[in-house]
């Protein structure tokens, strides 16, 4: 896990490949149904790497990311994030070449999903649904849509067969062909310019536990051969983005048998869907980052000390899960989820910054979360452009010095306490310091809650 400088340099070279021809339909496309879910600055991209292909070609001229820079008016670090998530949805393959005069790469750009594949995939339609709304997303289904062609029984086929058309060839004329043959095939390098169709998004098989699955499963009730390829890529698809675990999948399946001993995928899929909102409320799933994203990682070696563990923990988990944890293992409220999403998206904080906001705000309320003192904190470190947890937890040391050097300028005229908050343990020992004249109590409950917090982060992490 590399920051982003160590992947790509404005020095480096590329040239953009197109899979097959992209049309101008693709367009609309990437504009109303993908932009939405990836945002502007990797729709930008997309489509500045489509203009530099010539009209019908399927390769481009060799530039530099300099250019690139230029072109966006954007940093180096944003368009490697976008390129991330371009390779995320399935719109950009990477490769690269390194030799002597440097690295080179080749973005091949993929075609998007047709209308019909999106609205039916079971995953990015969620999410745009999550995303624009229930009108706007009818809107859309209208748009990409058209009246029902009449029935084919009304009609009658008077179609004429290929050979009812043309006739064979004279044996003079099969001679000519067959002597130009040879040349028709010397051409060993080119390539036919086409278009290959788009593949849906799918989850990998390895992040859903199917052993497990197929141990809760009673072989009389779903038999072995009714867990097929495609069933298994739906139900990796549906535990990703539902969050879905093997005990609580073996129910959806369970209900989906029809009676033919197969699993209804529909059925499957509705099920899921049915219970995911009945348990948020009938809200539906949104498509943000759920960990925090590799370019943004610091903690590339496996850590030693304390630090170094909390930041791997914090880069590695979702908010949720911490929130969970520094709450007794209580889920949030729904005030609690709405103000972590708008923090997440409003002030596009990373998810681990996030964490260490959830650990700051609820340390110094009395593990409250409270959205005004929330929002006040994330307005804060949006403005510092604060991206990585390293940045997030020396702002909040530094903040915290701060008001411990203002508190005691103030104590030594009326003799007041310092303070009565809490304060997450990787602070400096200056800071800490500062804190020493909190009781004892108060000390040694931090310190079980911080060990059983740890220990249940690590549980997770297995």
């Given at each position: 896990m590399a920051q982003h400088w160590q992947e790509i340099l404005p020095i480096d070279r590329y040239i953009v490949a197109a899979d097959g021809l992209l049309h101008d339909y693709d367009r609309k496309v990437l504009t109303f149904l993908y932009q939405p879910l990836i945002g502007s600055t990797c729709f930008s991209l997309y489509m500045t790497l489509w203009a530099e292909l010539e009209e019908n070609r399927l390769w481009s001229e060799s530039s530099?990311?300099?250019?690139?820079?230029?072109?966006?008016?954007?940093?180096?670090?944003?368009?490697?994030?976008?390129?991330?998530?371009?390779?995320?949805?399935?719109?950009?393959?990477?490769?690269?070449?390194?030799?002597?005069?440097?690295?080179?790469?080749?973005?091949?750009?993929r075609p998007p999903?047709?209308?019909?594949?999106?609205?039916?995939?079971?995953?990015?339609?969620?999410?745009?649904?999550?995303?624009?709304g229930k009108n706007h997303f009818s809107r859309l289904k209208r748009f990409f849509s058209d009246q029902q062609k009449p029935s084919e029984d009304e009609y009658e086929d008077v179609t004429k067969a290929f050979q009812d058309v043309f006739a064979s060839a004279a044996p003079g004329s099969m001679q000519y062909i067959q002597g130009i043959s040879d040349e028709l095939h010397?051409?060993?390098?080119?390539?036919?310019?086409?278009?290959?169709?788009?593949?849906p998004i799918q989850i990998g098989l390895d992040t859903f536990d199917f052993d497990m699955l197929a141990a809760g499963l009673n072989e009389s009730?779903?038999?072995?051969?009714?867990?097929?390829?495609?069933?298994?890529?739906?139900?990796?698809?549906?535990?990703?983005?539902?969050?879905?675990?093997?005990?609580?999948?073996?129910?959806?399946?369970?209900?989906?048998?029809?009676?033919?001993?197969?699993?209804?995928?529909?059925e499957l899929r509705k099920g899921a869907r049915d219970w995911y909102q009945f348990v948020n409320y009938d809200q539906l799933p949104s498509l943000i980052n759920r960990t925090q994203p590799i370019a943004l990682q610091t903690q590339i070696t496996e850590p030693k000390t304390q630090e170094e563990k909390l930041i791997r923990s914090y880069e590695t988990i979702p908010?949720?899960?911490?929130?969970?944890?520094?709450?007794?293992?209580?889920?949030?409220?729904?005030?609690?989820?709405?103000?972590?999403?708008?923090?997440?998206?409003?002030?596009?904080?990373?998810?681990?910054?996030?964490?260490?906001?959830?650990?700051?705000?609820?340390?110094?309320?009395?593990?409250?979360?409270?959205?005004?003192?929330?929002?006040?904190?994330?307005?804060?470190?949006?403005?510092?452009?604060?991206?990585?947890?390293?940045?997030?937890?020396?702002?909040?040391?530094?903040e915290e010095q701060k008001?411990?050097?203002?508190?005691?300028?103030?104590?030594?005229?009326?003799?007041?306490?310092?303070?009565?908050?809490?304060?997450?343990?990787?602070?400096?020992?200056?800071?800490?310091?500062?804190?020493?004249?909190?009781?004892?109590?108060?000390?040694?409950?931090?310190?079980?809650?911080?060990?059983?917090?740890?220990?249940?982060?690590?549980?997770f992490r297995k």
């Open positions: 530099t990311h300099h250019l690139l820079m230029n072109l966006l008016e954007v940093n180096l670090k944003d368009i490697y994030e976008a390129r991330l998530k371009l390779e995320g949805i399935g719109l950009l393959k990477t490769r690269v070449k390194t030799n002597e005069g440097g690295r080179s790469f080749l973005y091949e750009l999903l047709n209308p019909e594949q999106f609205f039916l995939d079971g995953m990015l339609n969620i999410y745009l649904y999550r995303k624009i010397e051409e060993e390098n080119q390539q036919f310019i086409g278009r290959a169709e788009a593949n009730l779903v038999p072995k051969k009714a867990l097929t390829a495609k069933v298994k890529n739906v139900i990796s698809n549906l535990a990703f983005l539902y969050q879905i675990d093997p005990i609580e999948m073996k129910n959806f399946i369970l209900g989906a048998i029809n009676e033919h001993e197969e699993v209804d995928i529909e908010p949720l899960i911490v929130f969970k944890e520094f709450s007794g293992g209580v889920e949030p409220s729904q005030t609690n989820l709405k103000t972590l999403e708008e923090i997440m998206i409003k002030y596009k904080l990373p998810p681990g910054v996030v964490n260490v906001l959830i650990e700051v705000a609820m340390r110094k309320t009395d593990m409250k979360f409270t959205k005004g003192f929330v929002e006040s904190i994330a307005s804060h470190w949006a403005r510092k452009q604060v991206k990585t947890v390293k940045e997030a937890m020396e702002l909040a040391k530094n008001v411990t050097q203002s508190k005691k300028a103030g104590k030594s005229i009326n003799k007041k306490p310092i303070r009565t908050e809490l304060i997450p343990d990787w602070f400096d020992e200056s800071t800490q310091d500062a804190s020493k004249e909190q009781t004892q109590g108060n000390t040694n409950e931090v310190e079980a809650k911080k060990r059983a917090i740890e220990e249940k982060l690590k549980a």
